[in-house]
């Protein structure tokens, strides 16, 4: 057995045992479900990043840094940071206030109506099931890698962690586990970088070196990155456009945004959104730039979703690159158990409308449905679907064609009613699912502007939100449950929480002008010199 066995299977214990000392507190299904509405900042912002950056950000976001997409990386989630920020002023401190379990149930109750309930309901089992089984495939090669077990052995222990405590514990392990999770990779990360960045001749001098080196992919470091036979525009607006996909994503859907019900007050919402802001945009180009620290050494790697697993096994002190690879596991972990708690608590309450004795009863239903769930999710990672992989990749874009529109409308229109709402979900749905697959088949071309799928979903929800909702008029019920959503909570109003709050804020906008100094003498300036050179 290999240390990174024993480390990899230590921290999973760990997880277990923490999960099952969480549901041991659980005591009805404001517990299960929101962690009854109380907790912390820490807890919040850690399940918000830990749940949105998976496997993915350290092996498929860092394979697209190391081939050259760098830029397009870092605008895309400088987007997706301020997401957090633009989710939680105009829709997330709004959905707390409604007091629901589940979003679907949100919009059940807003536009105080059933149908509109399930819909939402489906959209998100059909979207955040497919991410279910993409993670949980992922983190069962993943651990299989590490520890050397067989692949069927990989898919069962990662599918036994995340199922043991969020079956038992429901958000309130979840929430802890995903911030254990969070600080593990953070920290393991953040002292991993020094390490690589020495190898390749300090950080200091990488971008130079990367200049100078005849293995580093074309036009990396110009404002529109590698084309990859692309045009600069092309490259440009893909990057913008899936930033705002992400900022709408990471703003609005249930395994993000839906996490604002478990906080303890609106201000630690507004808190968690500033944390995982500043980490989704400083961390995240912090391991980017760890990625491209690797090129000097190991350029041109047949894998590159395997840039970040190389380095701890050749760039760092072993102890550490076991931690680090600890932490990769921990990501898709953290992911898979926010994905299966999302998806169990939606069937139970928004789609089949079952009928339950008491509280007690509930509880113990939602933790079987919980259990069918992820065996469905295993059974369906052992079938090994082709082309799982794509459909997870677009899954979040789903929800943001759906639900953009009567996500905010519902907050700030008084004219939006439930037909409206009905047929925006339905149309944005339809609208992006279609234009999607045709765009799969070569007949709709898209140049990465604004006729990608995302944005015809997105028109084609806001003009049916319109026309549902001509002729019709919201009822006392819809207007009671708007004008209670604008009333401020006493908890809000107290100077000492706003002072608090501020200080956040403010410290979001110094680090942002420190990363901007940052950018300009570590990589605008080298990069300004090297073309006045190239030119002489």
Sequence with gaps: MTMEFYVVIASIL??????LWAGRRVKD??????????????LIAGTLFASMLSTNGFMGDTAWAYGGAIVN??????????????????????????ENLTMPEYFGKRFNSKNVQKVAGVITVLSI??????????????????????????????????????????????IITDTMMFLLFLVATIIA??????????????????????????????????????????????GLIYGLIWLIVVGISPWQAGRNMMAKSEHVGLRSATVACLCTTIFLTYLYLMSLAVIPLNPNMEMPERVIIWAAYNMMPKFLGCLVLAGIMAAGLSSASTFLSVVGFTVTQDIFGLKFKDDKDKLVKTRLIMLVVSVVALLLAFAKFGGIRIISWFASTIIASSWCVIAFGSVWSRKLTARGALWSMIAGFLGFIITKCLQGFGIWKVFYNFTDPFFIGLYASAFFAVIG?????PTAQEVAVLNKMHTIPQDVLPMAEYRRTFTYANTLIVVGLVVIM?????WATPYNDFLKAAVK
């Design 469 to 473: 909702s001509l002729g019709t008029k």
């Design 29 to 42: 299904t404001a517990d299960y479900y929101v962690s009854g509405r109380n907790a912390p900042t820490i």
């Design 73 to 98: 990386a870092v605008t895309l989630n400088a987007l997706c940071g301020a997401g957090y920020v633009v989710g939680v002023l105009f829709f997330g401190r709004y959905l707390r206030r409604a």
């Design 129 to 174: 099931t497919s991410y279910l089984l993409a993670v949980t495939t992922g983190t069962g090669i993943l651990l299989a890698e590490l520890t050397g077990m067989p692949l069927w052995g990989g898919y069962i222990v990662a599918w036994l962690c995340f199922t043991s405590f969020t079956f038992y514990s429901g958000s309130s392990g979840v």
């Design 14 to 19: 760990v997880y277990i045992i923490v999960g």
């Design 193 to 238: 970088g020094p390490y690589m960045f020495s190898a390749a001749g300090g950080l200091d001098h990488l971008m130079e070196n990367l200049l100078n080196n005849p293995h580093t992919p074309s036009d990396m470091f110009a404002y529109h990155g590698n084309l990859g036979g692309g045009t600069p525009f092309g490259a440009t607006m893909y």
């Design 518 to 522: 940052f950018l300009i003498a570590f």
